[in-house]
């Protein structure tokens, strides 16, 4: 299955909890808890192109899978990882965060990001 196609938050569990531990401000975390965020998702072989839109924030990465890429966090911060791939499965670490993103059927993708014991899961379906 491809990742490709445009995919909207329809869930998400310990936002805060998983914002703060990051080191988000507060401000931003209250304007950022409630947006139904899209994400844009283009691919090409193993090229991967990462658009999120959550309100007025826009946030794009570029990587090509297995890769060493430079990606900008939720944080804005720049930091190297390489991004593989296993099946429907993406994995990446990210200073600290472990993230699994998984096409679990056609329409639906699960995000799961942890940082020190807190796992921050989001759901996004096709739009």
């Given at each position: 299955?491809?990742?490709?196609?445009?995919?909207?938050?329809?869930?998400?569990?310990?936002?805060?909890?998983?914002?703060?531990?990051?080191?988000?401000?507060?401000?931003?975390?209250?304007?950022?808890?409630?947006?139904?965020?899209?994400?844009?998702i283009?691919e090409?072989?193993?090229?991967m192109?990462?658009?999120?839109?959550?309100?007025?924030?826009?946030?794009?990465?570029?990587?090509?899978?297995?890769?060493?890429?430079?990606?900008?966090?939720?944080?804005?911060?720049?930091?190297?990882?390489?991004?593989?791939?296993?099946?429907?499965?993406?994995?990446?670490?990210?200073?600290?965060?472990?993230?699994?993103?998984?096409?679990?059927?056609?329409?639906?993708i699960v995000?799961?990001?942890?940082?020190?014991?807190?796992?921050?899961?989001?759901?996004?379906?096709?739009?």
């Open positions: 299955m491809s990742f490709a196609g445009k995919f909207q938050l329809e869930s998400q569990e310990n936002f805060e909890p998983f914002m703060r531990a990051i080191g988000l401000p507060e401000d931003q975390i209250q304007k950022g808890k409630d947006i139904k965020s899209i994400s844009e283009e090409n072989g193993n090229a192109k990462v658009t999120v839109t959550t309100g007025p924030k826009v946030l794009t990465n570029t990587f090509i899978i297995g890769q060493e890429s430079e990606v900008e966090t939720v944080t804005g911060e720049k930091v190297m990882t390489v991004v593989k791939r296993e099946g429907n499965k993406l994995t990446a670490s990210l200073k600290g965060i472990e993230s699994v993103t998984e096409l679990t059927d056609a329409n639906t995000n799961i990001m942890t940082v020190g014991g807190i796992k921050y899961k989001r759901i996004l379906k096709r739009i």
